[in-house]
């Protein structure tokens, strides 16, 4: 087998939360290649500060978890995928802490104490499991260590998914996913991995926004190439804003954890006056969708660039001891949150909508599973609650690696997929036309998609996206794939996925908040928005560049 050539079991496109535990779920039986963009712990999971929402403690409940996050879904919940979810939280906390993750105790150093619980927007109890206050980092060091250190595990950094590879592409009766075309980055090369089941497990799209507090990777790649391959997408205007990053040009966004308002951290006007009582009676502890309109109205009613984040009335030793990462991150930038408030504004955090998927990760394409942000479960309905989104990635991650050992076909005996083809292609002698139109996309989104919508601004933003996207397209079929490219390529149909849902919800729900419709549709029963790949797509679509 040539290097440009790899063959395995399963294919695994992301390598955050939902992507190391479903790799070691299945690797003592089966054989895996997992891709990721960059290193392993570049992606959102890493940075997951919170922590990981389930019922641990004895005065908490199923059907309290349940209510939360039914309520928080603002109507669109699938009740059934709740309790699905919901029910194996624990079980799948238990199966980290026998992985080594280290959650934070009650007393420090004491095993015996149990575990410390905080409590974040929207749950009615204190059901956060959490590593001190940087807890995707915690599980995502400890699960890529084992994953490296698996035999089994063959993991390729910095190397970017082109497209998927469909057998109906290449004149197979039976379609179903057969793996992808991938770049690999360093050796400026595309690959072709073969494999029976592949898994997207690649994040959201949040990087559609030009403020985000999710790093460079969140560019919605998985989202595209199911897309482009079949699949259909679902509730993709539910775009959750986290309301308080750190307002800093240098931050880049830095994310100020929920459980900062958690554990009392006040909001606060420019002149230190609180503010969130007048939007909500749960004050700080509203969901983020709330929080996030609420900030972003003060900011425009004052002309203001922020406004303040206060936890300095706790004690000091309080606040090192519970937020060290917070307060040695915001000291390099000047603030001492132990003596003083915080300038803070939302930015872009958490795709609610994805690939539709069944309670397994199956998607609309045989072979294809995805698991995590990428997909669309039912779990979170209009907003998502906090500190789900992990415990989403492992029950998905279980409950797909347990359907993926039940499949035994060998679907690559025969398969004849050809190299990726480059001859009708050339170098790019104007990567500004990457650039360009990259910041193009992430400005009109934020001003036109972003928190507050009308449709004429939506429809300005479909106008800008349909011409990059007839843009992208030709670049994409006349020069060399790139990093940067494939990255624009996949923002753009995001963003178009993103504005088409948003068009069609005549109504202001969760996280879609539009002046046009600014009350709920009570006149019949909440719909999913669901998109369907049109069908001269399907037939259309080109897995090799300039084929």
Known sequence: MSETRIRT??????????????????????????????????????YAQGGIAAVIDENDSIESHIDDTLNAGAGLCDEKVVSFTVERGKQNIDWLIERGVPFTRQVADHPQSGFHLTREGGHSQRRIIHAADATGRAMTTTLANQAKAHPNIQIFEQHNA??????????????????????????????????????????????????????????????AMAWRAGCRVANMEFNQFH?????????KAFLLTEALRGEGAILKLPDGSPFMKKFDERAE???????????????????????????????SKFIRTHFPTVYNRCLEFGFDITRQAIPVVPAAHYTCGGVMTDLNGCTDLPGLYAIGEVAFTGL????????????????????????????????????????WDESRVTDSDEEVVVTHNWHELRQFMWDYVGIVRTNK????????????????????????????????????????????????RKESRGLHYTLDFPELDTSHVPQNTILTPPRHQLESIEFASGA
């Open 380 to 419: 979170h309905g209009a907003n998502r609650m906090a500190s789900n989104s992990l415990l989403e990635c492992l029950v998905f991650a279980e409950s797909a690696s347990q359907h993926i050992s039940s499949q035994h076909e060998d679907y690559l005996l025969n398969a004849k997929i050809p190299d």
């Open 285 to 315: 502890l509203a969901p983020r969708d709330i929080v996030a309109r609420a900030i972003d109205h003060e900011m425009k009613r004052l002309g203001s660039e922020h406004v303040l984040l206060d936890i300095s009335h706790k004690s």
């Open 9 to 46: 079991d399963i294919l695994l496109i992301g390598g955050g939360a939902a992507g190391l535990s479903l790799a070691l779920r299945l690797a003592d039986n089966h054989s895996i290649a997992l891709i990721s963009k960059g290193k392993l712990q570049d992606g959102s999971s890493f």
């Open 243 to 251: 309301p308080t990053c750190l307002f800093h040009p240098q931050a």
């Open 457 to 504: 601004r939506m429809q300005r933003a479909q106008s800008r996206v349909n011409l990059l996207l007839h843009e992208i397209d030709e670049y994409y079929g006349n020069f060399k794939v790139s990093s940067d490219l494939l990255e624009l390529r996949n923002l753009t149909v995001a963003a178009s996925l993103i504005i088409k849902s948003a068009l069609l």
């Open 162 to 223: 082109v497209d998927l590879i469909s057998a109906a592409k290449f004149g197979y009766s039976e379609n179903r996913c057969l793996g992808a075309y991938v770049l690999d980055r360093d050796s400026d090369s595309v690959k072709v991995f073969l494999a029976n089941q592949t898994v997207l497990a690649t994040g959201g799209a949040s990087k559609v926004y030009l403020y985000t507090s999710n790093p460079d990777t969140s560019t919605g790649d998985g989202i």
